[in-house]
């Protein structure tokens, strides 16, 4: 027994063994376990807020670092924790209050300062961006773009489109260019971002497909920015075509630092297979969440500002769910806050917008399912955690079978959860130690068949390159 074994002190060594050995899950273990030994805490709360941010759980990192500033006001740790926890939500101007807190109480710290700074330019930056979005005049970039009268210059020698399209040659030479490290012409890149604006703008938010008997899908997770992952599951499952069709089930970019590849390459392949290859949204195809996680840095990087925002123009008109053959659901985060939503009420959903912070298009986006019954508040912050019996209703309502979603990592790259109805694929392998899997779905019957892969060489290039500074959680 725990608490028999071992009085707090040795807790605490054995937490910072874990966090030593980024065994955060046990961190959270032991820090939980002395928190029923000695439940005002605050260090105990705020450790165990960092544990939980490092796991991405930021609604429960939250609710940690509150809880410490609740027992102890003038604990200075809590409001970085805490502050770092809006900021992972998007909260910034919750995160710039504790920021100024810690700014106020110690002057000379210089990584407080840079990462006060750093938010309230953010938040400026918003505020300025909506005063321009309420201009009733505000046009799309493709208005201002001469994509035409844009030159290639002779000395790339990179991949080119073929009289302005999309053609299987010009996506294998890309994927090679890219493979190099290459960067893709802009003209090149901004003909592909128009060209598949118009072609996701036409669809409906609710995708409907129909496999026949001897048709099969292959069904991809999480990507996050990691091009090597990506090539190495068109080589072990084949490139995509008019007979072997994909549907990649959002969250291509952020994390990884080979975004720009990675999405330009889906984009690349349903313009070449636009009845095919299917492509969802994510949580983190959102200003947001790439503001933080690195796309929005990368693509300014590797290109411009104003290429960026045309990138989220394009991200607005990402389907939200598809159903194939009337019986499996695929969405990226999960099932809904309430009952009684309808696939009618999926296909009404109006998403060329940013995704608001409640109901079913952040559900869709966010959400997560939990082994026990019923819904609790979510571990990220946003949406809920829904149990099996939500699912069961959902699907009985719908005459579905069952629901497939990504959104989590898995070490084995799936998990099957309710019986067999919620099933989660993540395709990114991670340096955790993670496996990432596809599934295959057969017309013929529709069930699942997954496939592991792990990880490939890639270059020497960090993860989160491009990420916001105030997302490096290596803090006090």
Partial sequence: NFHSLFPRAKCTQLCDICFSEKDYENA??????????NS?????????????????????????????????????????????????????????????????????????????QECNKIVKQKAFERAIASDETKKSVVDSLDIENMTI????????????????????EMMDWFKDQNKLHRKCAYQILVQVKDVLSKL?????????????????????????????????????????????????VDRGS?????????????????????????????????????????????????????F??????????????SKVLVMH???FSEDGVTLEDLRKIDRNRQPPDSGPMCDLLWSDPQPQNGRSVSKRGVSCQFGPDVTERFLEQNK??????????????????????????????????NKGAYIHLRGSDLKPEFHQFTAVPHPNVKPMAYANTLMQLGMM
Avoid at 153 to 172: A, I, W
Avoid at 221 to 232: A, K, P, V
């Fill in 333 to 335: 985060g999960g099932l």
């Fill in 400 to 433: 579905l079978d069952y629901i497939v979603r990504s959104h989590e990592v898995k070490a084995e790259g799936y998990e099957v959860t309710h019986s067999g109805k919620c099933i989660t694929v993540f395709s990114a392998v991670r340096s955790m130690g």
């Fill in 153 to 172: 210059e002779d000395d790339y020698v990179g991949p080119k489109l073929e009289d302005g399209k999309v053609t299987l040659k010009f996506m294998k």
């Fill in 258 to 310: 080979f975004s720009v590849e990675v999405i330009l390459t889906l984009f690349g392949f349903k313009l070449l297979y636009p009845n095919n290859f299917h492509v969802l949204r994510g949580n983190h195809e959102t200003d947001n969440m790439n503001q933080m996680y690195g796309f929005e840095g990368e693509v300014k990087a590797k290109y411009t500002g104003q290429m960026f925002q045309l």
């Fill in 40 to 116: 005002s805490n605050a260090i105990y709360y705020s450790n165990r807020s960092l544990a939980y941010l490092r796991t991405e759980c930021y609604g429960y990192a939250l609710a940690d670092a509150t809880k410490a500033l609740e027992i102890d006001k003038n604990y200075i740790k809590g409001y970085y924790r805490r502050a770092t926890s809006n900021m992972a939500l998007g909260k910034f101007k919750a995160a710039l209050k504790d920021y100024e807190t810690v700014v106020r109480v110690r002057p000379n710290d210089k990584d407080a300062r840079m990462k006060y």
């Fill in 28 to 37: 959270i273990k032991y820090y939980s376990e002395a928190l029923e030994l």
């Fill in 204 to 252: 409906p938010s609710l995708v409907e497909i129909e496999l026949k008997e001897t048709e099969k899908i292959t069904i991809c997770g999480d990507t996050h920015g990691q091009y090597y992952d990506l090539l190495n599951i068109f080589k072990l499952n084949g490139l995509p075509s008019e007979t072997n069709p994909y549907l990649f089930n959002g969250d291509f």
């Fill in 312 to 325: 989220s123009e394009v991200f607005q008109w990402l389907p939200l769910a598809q159903c194939i053959n």
